[in-house]
């Protein structure tokens, strides 16, 4: 049986994907910052929950502990947004390293600290963004999320470069717009749709396609 860990699991896109991993057939460890969330409401022997804060080296350490043989897939969903702060202005510092920290740096401590349960065929998929493309950026606002995802964008393809090597990938998925508590009522893609389509990226995918930046339907994005 395959292994996969998925965190920011307890609501919206994380609380979908291990619903339908479960239902594909996989051991899955899904994290969880405070509360359970929608985590409660599933009854699965193949589900374990790990209370984490995705920043928390210790943390991440007591699950690397927990997880019996080898990680299949590790989903780096966890994720805020910021302000949407339209002008610089009103940027507040503080809340940017946050972001920063959150959505790009916490992705990267969690892959090291788990890397040594990952080899040939693993896959690690970083959630990024549409507005981590610096080509789609028409609008400017929302400046640090904007750079947060970019920068994971980066720290992707710096460790795909690196992983090739050890038969490990790394794909870099856009969800859509999707109608989260993070994409608001108006979004265009519901949970299911979005996950579904991820998960058909996540099985078509292999080594030589290591590093491809794509939205869940398929659709390549520019950098
Ligand atoms: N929704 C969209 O339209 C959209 C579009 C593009 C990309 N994305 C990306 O997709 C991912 C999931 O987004 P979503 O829409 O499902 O957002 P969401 O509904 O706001 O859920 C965010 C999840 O991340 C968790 N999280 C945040 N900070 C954390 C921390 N420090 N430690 C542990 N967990 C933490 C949250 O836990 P708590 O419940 O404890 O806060 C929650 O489980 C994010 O990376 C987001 O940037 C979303």
């Not at 359970?36 to 210790?58: C, F, P, W, Y």
Request: with cysteine; aromatic share 4%; net charge negative.
């Amino acid at each position: 049986m395959k292994s996969v860990v998925v965190t920011g699991a307890n609501r919206g896109i994380g609380l979908e994907l291990v619903k339908q991993l479960l239902d594909s057939g996989y051991r899955v460890y899904a994290t969880y910052r405070s509360e359970k969330g929608g985590l409660e409401d599933i009854t699965n022997q193949n589900l374990s929950l790990h209370k984490m804060d995705v920043r928390d080296s210790a943390g991440i350490e007591e699950l690397s502990n927990s997880i019996e043989g080898k990680i299949d897939l590790l989903v780096n969903n966890a994720g805020v947004a910021d302000g949407r702060w339209q002008s610089i202005s009103e940027i507040d510092m503080q809340h940017a390293l946050e972001v920063i920290e959150i959505n790009s740096i916490a992705p990267v401590l969690i892959t090291q600290k788990l890397l040594n349960q990952m080899s040939d065929d693993s896959t690690i998929v970083m959630m990024s963004s549409l507005m981590g493309s610096i080509s789609d950026c028409m609008s400017g606002r929302s400046y640090a999320y904007r750079a947060s995802k970019t920068a994971l964008n980066m720290f992707s393809i710096a460790m795909k470069n690196e992983l090739q090597q050890s038969g490990i990938s790394i794909l870099i998925l856009h969800p859509g717009w999707v109608a989260t508590d993070m994409g608001g009522p108006n979004a265009t893609v519901s949970p299911e749709q979005s996950v579904s389509g991820m998960i058909e990226r996540i099985d078509e995918h292999n080594l030589s396609m290591s590093g491809r930046y794509v939205q869940y339907d398929g659709t390549p994005i520019e950098w």
